[in-house]
């Protein structure tokens, strides 16, 4: 049976939230002087959620709620020194070389050559075309989506544009909001590879699912196995 396979790309095929943390720590010993880790992370976030329709995800939404944070823990008192070493933190994780999850090229070629794969990523349109080109994962799938959100609606939408039978369209990734939830409440089925951290902004709670539209795996490896499984149940 020939699916359509969509993954997800940071923490899906390649490491992302870790970059993320290690350079929200060295933020965090910077701002030092001025905030408790503790409460300067909390203020990231509150702070990355405000901006989120107005900068969506990615590094530079990151750099410039980063930025906001720091002013407001320091009272305005930040340096623009201080500004400035935040700036060149995220042009950092904006120019860090890609690294893929183990067994990311050896389990898409091989899941290619039965099934159609394609990319459902979300964030900074540059950015995330610059990775996927450094990654070298392009030609390996027949479509690359780079959408603004992850919601009922985006997959809908590309559902139709690409003509997919929502009974033969799998998405596999990380976050249970932006890559499982909507999908299986389209009815199409979903593969989740939980990542060594997860951002939280991208938090769910998944439940029980139906093992038949929705299954848990432990690597990319075990992802043809895990669609085996999932359509013998679902069509006995
Ligand atoms: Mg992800």
């Not at 989120?52 to 709620?65: D, E, P, Q």
């Not at 099934?115 to 080109?133: C, P, V, W, Y």
């Not at 939408?157 to 932006?178: A, Q």
């Not at 938090?203 to 669609?227: F, H, K, N, T, Y």
């Amino acid at each position: 049976m020939s699916l359509t396979i969509a993954f997800d790309a940071d923490d899906t095929l390649w490491h992302n939230e870790t970059l993320f943390a290690v350079t929200s720590e060295q933020i965090s010993a910077l701002l030092a002087p001025y905030a408790e880790p503790e409460s300067l992370h909390r203020r990231l976030i509150e702070t990355e959620r405000r901006n989120l329709r107005l900068f969506g995800y990615g590094v530079k939404g990151f750099t410039l709620s980063m930025i906001e944070s720091a002013i407001e823990v320091s009272d305005g008192k930040v340096s623009a020194g201080e500004i400035q070493t935040i700036l060149e933190a995220g042009k950092r994780l904006l120019a860090h070389p890609i690294e893929l999850l183990p067994g990311v090229r050896a389990a898409l070629e091989d899941l290619g050559r039965h099934h159609n794969l394609m990319m459902i990523t979300k964030g900074d349109l540059f950015h995330q075309e610059s990775r996927i080109a450094m990654s070298g994962l392009g030609e390996l799938f027949s479509a690359v989506e780079i959408v603004s959100e992850k919601n009922q609606e985006t997959y809908r939408r590309i559902v139709r544009r690409y003509h997919l039978d929502l009974d033969r369209f799998v998405m596999v990734g990380n976050s249970v909001k932006s890559d499982i939830l909507p999908v299986l409440e389209i009815g199409a089925r979903a593969i989740h590879i939980p990542y060594e951290i997860t951002w939280e902004l991208e938090m769910a709670e998944l439940g029980q699912p139906d093992p038949g539209r929705c299954r848990l795996c432990a690597s990319i490896g075990e992802v043809d196995q895990a669609i085996r499984a999932m359509f013998q149940l679902s069509s006995t």
